[in-house]
């Protein structure tokens, strides 16, 4: 089964609370089972250094958002056998502290938005049925 897990924090990366937790540990033991689980986090400014060295770029594209379009750059890292997608906006994360903005709707408006444009372009939904065809 192929799994496509938003979470706005997870460990190891970055974290707040309970869902950090449950975010960092649940995709690791699906993955465990023999699925195909994938986790999609903001890019905060801060996720450590030390994380940040270890991602690549793969790709950025734009989102349509209200009356404008909003750019995002997608980097991946895998760790514990889990695949991770970060995804950058500067003027949506970089910023101190993950919640309590007064834009914080747009926000993850705009990452929930941004996560759905990444399985088309990552063509990630489509690859495991293609190859059975």
């Known amino acids: 089964m192929k799994i496509l897990y938003l979470s706005s924090e997870a460990r190891p990366f970055i974290a ?3 869902l950090a ?10 993955c465990a089972l023999g699925h195909d689980c994938r986790v999609v986090l903001p890019l905060y400014s801060d996720i450590k250094p030390e994380w940040r060295e270890k991602m690549t770029f793969l790709c ?6 209200a009356w404008r379009n909003q750019y995002c750059g997608v980097y ?6 889990v695949t991770y997608y970060l995804l950058d906006n500067e003027y949506y994360f970089k910023r101190n502290g993950l919640y309590g903005y007064y834009d ?4 993850f408006a705009f990452f929930s938005r941004a996560a759905v444009e990444l399985i088309s372009i990552t063509n990630w939904m489509w690859l495991e049925s293609s190859l059975q065809n």
Request: glycine share 14%; hydrophobic share 35%; aromatic share 4%.
């Open 76 to 81: 991946t890292i895998t760790h514990n056998g």
């Open 104 to 107: 914080d709707h747009e926000r």
């Open 16 to 18: 707040s609370g309970g």
């Open 60 to 65: 950025n594209f734009n989102v349509a958002l």
């Open 21 to 30: 937790d449950v975010a960092g540990s649940l995709p690791n033991a699906l």
